[in-house]
């Protein structure tokens, strides 16, 4: 698997150029959301609103009255939790458009529950007029700008930073999920960082003669996609959800949603951070910990197709190696 650097950094220099109208709003996180060769580039649409984000999105929300198009960056929880208010009366109520990168999502980072964004999903897809998008690969990355360019609203979008796995070789689209695999046995919607989880494992289950429907889904709020509906709807056994979220609000809430809007009365098994905070620790020991990883993927298969995979070690792929303190800053503060 490709890695790439700092692709939304490289995306945002090269897309700006042809985007005179961007600016971006930085809460004095500039190097922390790769914004800084941004403000390199462009010095003149660059703006530091300092730690004030609730200033940042009033101020955020004037630019798009005056025909600019502001693209704010800080981490994801200093945008819904202190700025929340702001958001729904300055931006959402009036539909401006308004892009709101927020990195570091779920438990990305080590730094606690203070900096670990686990219900953002839950609360910005509430918000009328928001439309919620969560990155997954580079290739999403680096195909998003046009997009949500598009948008008549303000975005949230939970963004990946550092070294970013390539997965896909299809762009981004709007509302359309990826088709990782087919299969009737059951369907698997993953998310974020889960579907590189879920690929580790995934691969293998031909080899038992279990055929699955995998899903990646990046865009939460609308959720309206007849791809992933009738994905449900051809699942034998039941379906699974695995997101880097609270499993109350985010793509498991979601997925039950559209399932009883259609009548569709088959298990769902939600996958994610279970009604609690988490703490500060690696990923890979976090996915871990809270049930989002390779291992509970295979249990929660055993008990949808209710038999024993005999799967073992080196069936697995080996999980992708993060230095929490590298110079990309994947993690890390």
Known sequence: MEIKTRVHANNLVSWANENKDALVLSADLTSSCEIDQFKKEYPDRFLNMGVAEQN??????????????????????????????QIAMSIAYSNLKVAMFGFLPGIMTPGGASHQAIEDISIMRS????????????????????????????VYIRMLRGEVPKIFTEPFIF???????RGSDLTLITSSICTEEALRVTHAL???NISINHLHVSTLKPFTDETVLEA???SKSGIIT?????????????????????????????LGIQDTFSHGASK??????????????????????????????????????????????????
């Open 127 to 154: 918000l009328p007029n928001m439309t919620v998008l969560d990155m997954g690969d580079a290739t999403e990355i680096e195909t998003l700008l046009p997009v949500i360019k598009n948008i008549d609203g303000p």
């Open 206 to 208: 031909k080899k038992f």
């Open 56 to 85: 940042m999105m009033s101020f955020a929300a004037g630019l798009a009255r005056e025909g600019f198009y502001p693209m704010v960056h800080t981490f994801g929880v200093f945008i819904y939790r202190r700025a929340y208010d």
């Open 242 to 270: 695995m997101e880097n979220h609270s499993t109350i609000g985010g793509l498991g809430t979601v997925v039950s949603e559209l399932m009883s809007e259609h009548g569709i009365g088959k298990k769902l098994y939600k």
């Open 175 to 181: 509302n359309r999920a990826k088709i990782l695999s």
């Open 232 to 234: 449900i709807k051809e």
């Open 284 to 333: 890979n020991y976090l996915m871990k910990e809270h049930g989002m990883d390779a291992i509970t993927l295979i249990k929660t298969m055993e008990r949808v197709l209710n038999k024993k995979i005999p799967i073992n070690d080196s069936d697995i792929l080996d999980p992708r190696k993060i230095e929490v303190h590298s110079i990309h800053k994947a993690e890390a503060l």
